[in-house]
Nanobody, 125 residues
Framework: VQLQASGGGLVQAGGSLRLSCAAS????????MGWFRQAPGKERECVAA????????YYAGSVKGRFTISRDVAKNTVYLQMNSLKPEDTAVYYC???????????????????WGQGTLVTVSS
C-alpha cells in the first residue's frame, strides 16, 4: 500500500487549505485513516482520524471546529479541510492507514501500518 499526500503550501493566518491522501496498491481491505502532524521540536500528534464507514471521527482539541476529515471510499482518498488556519498549525502533515482499526478510530501512531511522505503546511502571521 502506498499513500500519496498533497495539498500543503504557504497560507496566511485565517486562510484555508485542503489536504488529500490517495491510497494505492492492495487497498481491498477495510481500513481507518488518520492525519498526523509534526512541528519542529515537537512530537508527532494525531489531528484527525476517520473510520472506514466515515461514521466515526476524532479531532484534536486544537483543531476541533476548524478542521474536517472526510473520505471517498470509491477513490481510496481521505481529505483534511483546514479552515481558520493559525501559525501554530505550521507543521509537516502525514496521512496514515490502519488495517486493524477500521471502525474504531485510533490516535496512536503505532497502530497505523502505512504512512504518506508528508506535506508541509506553513501558516504565516
Amino acid at each position: 500500500v502506498q499513500l500519496q499526500a498533497s495539498g500543503g503550501g504557504l497560507v496566511q493566518a485565517g486562510g484555508s487549505l485542503r489536504l488529500s491522501c490517495a491510497a494505492s496498491g492492495r487497498t481491498s481491505s477495510r481500513y481507518g485513516m488518520g492525519w498526523f502532524r509534526q512541528a519542529p521540536g515537537k512530537e508527532r500528534e494525531c489531528v484527525a482520524a476517520i473510520s472506514w464507514s466515515g461514521g466515526r471521527s476524532y479531532y484534536a482539541g486544537s483543531v476541533k471546529g476548524r478542521f474536517t476529515i472526510s473520505r471517498d471510499v470509491a477513490k481510496n482518498t481521505v481529505y483534511l479541510q483546514m479552515n481558520s488556519l493559525k501559525p501554530e498549525d505550521t507543521a509537516v502533515y502525514y496521512c496514515a492507514l490502519s488495517l486493524a482499526y477500521s471502525e474504531v478510530v485510533t490516535t496512536l501512531p503505532e497502530r497505523y501500518n502505512y504512512w504518506g511522505q508528508g506535506t508541509l503546511v506553513t501558516v504565516s502571521s
